[in-house]
């Protein structure tokens, strides 16, 4: 079983930054598929961002040039940090890990862009 912790939500001004990251209890996250996802009410979740064991990353349109999707296999972490931060970008954000056909999730972290 992979635990997957999410920090680094808050509320942050339009225009503004934040960093999230997504830290797993296991040694061997290197190898896994690791997406940023995020939900608002009454919309389907969305992938913001995915990168793949090799580092090759692909990002929503709605996001790219805004977003970046990293990850420290040292530390076991995948960040995403966001730049630019639009009103819209109001949501949970999820982590999930993918190796072969099993996922793992993270309990989430709310991110509140306002004025």
């Known amino acids: 079983q992979v635990q997957l912790v999410e920090s680094g939500g808050g509320l942050v001004q339009p225009g503004g930054s934040l960093r999230l990251s997504c830290a797993a209890s296991?040694?061997?996250?290197?190898?896994?598929?690791v997406g940023w996802y995020r939900h608002t009410p009454g919309k389907q979740r969305e992938l913001v961002a995915s990168?793949?064991?090799?580092?090759?990353?692909s990002y929503a349109d709605s996001v790219k040039g805004r977003f970046t999707i990293s990850r420290d296999n040292a530390k076991n972490t995948v960040d995403l940090q966001m730049n630019s931060l639009k009103p819209e970008d109001t949501a949970v954000y999820f982590c999930?890990?993918?190796?072969?056909?099993?996922?793992?999730w993270g309990q989430g972290t709310q991110v509140t862009v306002s004025a």
């Open positions: 999930q890990a993918q190796f072969t056909i099993r996922t793992w």
């Open positions: 296991t040694s061997t996250f290197s190898r896994y598929t």
């Open positions: 990168i793949v064991s090799g580092g090759g990353t």
